[in-house]
T-cell receptor, first 111, second 114 residues
Framework: AQSVTQLDSHVSVSEGTPVLLRCNYS??????LFWYVQHPNKGLQLLLK??????LVKGINGFEAEFKKSETSFHLTKPSAHMSDAAEYFC?????????FGKGTRLHILP | NAGVTQTPKFQVLKTGQSMTLQCAQD?????MSWYRQDPGMGLRLIHY???????DQGEVPNGYNVSRSTTEDFPLRLLSAAPSQTSVYFC?????????????FGPGTRLTVT
């Protein structure tokens, strides 16, 4: 069965420090993988997507993610957190014609 | 372009009432889907459609019906509302009949069932 697991429900970092949000997936074939962001009381916005072209994917607002097939991971990183990054982040896998969301990681930025 | 629109933004229902959540997109997208978002659960797929006239069930379809008579519209019907259906509902669409493209989300409908 296809699934996606976000390993942390909450992550807190200080402003200016690196961000790491972890995502593992389970799939019987090479899936498409996405990260979406949801700011408070807003809809979801695409951060980046992996579709087998390159293993290191760059997204908006300085975020990037690396696809590691051997580890079945697709972790999201950013070198330096900004207060505006405080939001909930969702890792998504798309097996066949369905979309499966992780449960989300809420990112808190400490001043 | 308006993108993906949802109406209403807020709704309160009594147990047993029925209603339809509206979703429309003006991007000529083939793929449309409905999700519910509950705290700590992420977004869960209710129903989806890969094109006009074609719908299928997602992860949590019970208590909901959909139809897709046009490319633009994908309404979600609650047949007999229950308190367990209190949630935020999002509609999304994407290019082509595949979910492997960016999903464009509507602003959401916050539903409370008392």
């Amino acid at each position: 069965a296809q699934s996606v697991t976000q390993l942390d429900s909450h992550v807190s970092v200080s402003e200016g420090t690196p961000v790491l949000l972890r995502c593992n997936y389970s799939s019987s074939y090479s899936p498409s993988l996405f990260w979406y962001v949801q700011h408070p009381n807003k809809g979801l916005q695409l951060l980046l997507k992996y579709t087998s072209a390159a293993t290191l994917v760059k997204g908006i607002n300085g975020f990037e993610a690396e696809f590691k097939k051997s580890e079945t991971s697709f972790h999201l990183t950013k070198p330096s957190a900004h207060m505006s990054d405080a939001a909930e982040y969702f890792c998504v896998v798309t097996p066949y014609d369905k979309i499966i969301f992780g449960k989300g990681t809420r990112l808190h930025i400490l001043p | 372009n308006a993108g993906v629109t949802q109406t209403p933004k807020f709704q309160v229902l009594k147990t047993g009432q029925s209603m339809t959540l509206q979703c429309a997109q003006d991007m000529n997208h083939e793929y449309m889907s409905w999700y519910r978002q509950d705290p700590g659960m992420g977004l869960r797929l209710i129903h989806y459609s890969v094109g006009a006239g074609i719908t299928d069930q997602g992860e949590v379809p019970n208590g909901y019906n959909v139809s897709r008579s046009t490319t633009e519209d994908f309404p979600l019907r609650l047949l007999s509302a229950a308190p367990s259906q209190t949630s935020v509902y999002f509609c999304a669409s994407s290019y082509s009949g595949s979910p492997n493209y960016e999903q464009y989300f509507g602003p959401g409908t916050r539903l409370t069932v008392t």
